[in-house]
């Protein structure tokens, strides 16, 4: 395996199961994660449970088909934006001075509270979701391992 290849893999399942593992708690508890998107004050009011819904859902899938290699390429463009948008609202949070936690990995208030921080571990989670669409090939995206 080349190191392309290699380096494709490992920032595929590293992003796979990051998702999957941020997605499994909001989807646990949907009434605190309701709760940490509405602390965000970026939404609506009544759009804050329909987003606290599928966003799990939607992290998940993603995941789930980044670790199975199944359109690796349209997943690592999805995970990219769906990176951006959480950037974008933990950067506004911190700006407007936003007492809350991230709401990343676990819900009810238990994780530690956004700061600059929070920023910079999501800067290089962007990085790596870069990377990983950067490097990505048009060979086909539905195997895990190049044959």
Wanted: proline share 4%; aromatic share 12%.
């Amino acid at each position: 395996m080349k190191t392309r290849d290699s380096l494709l893999l490992a920032t595929r399942l590293f992003l796979g199961i990051l998702f999957l593992y941020a997605a499994t708690d909001k989807i646990l508890h949907p009434a605190a994660f309701s709760e940490t998107v509405l602390n965000y004050h970026l939404l609506p009011e009544p759009l804050v449970n329909i987003f606290a819904l599928w966003l799990p859902v939607a992290e998940f899938v993603v995941g789930l088909l980044l670790v199975a290699g199944i359109w690796s390429k349209a997943m690592s463009g999805i995970v990219f934006a769906m990176l951006c948008m959480f950037l974008i609202a933990i950067v506004q949070s911190v700006a407007r001075g936003i007492d809350t936690h991230c709401g990343c990995f676990t819900q009810g208030g238990e994780g530690t509270p956004i700061s600059y921080l929070t920023v910079i571990r999501d800067i290089a989670f962007l990085a790596v979701s870069g990377l990983s669409l950067w490097i990505e090939s048009e060979r086909p995206t539905w195997r895990l391992f190049r044959g």
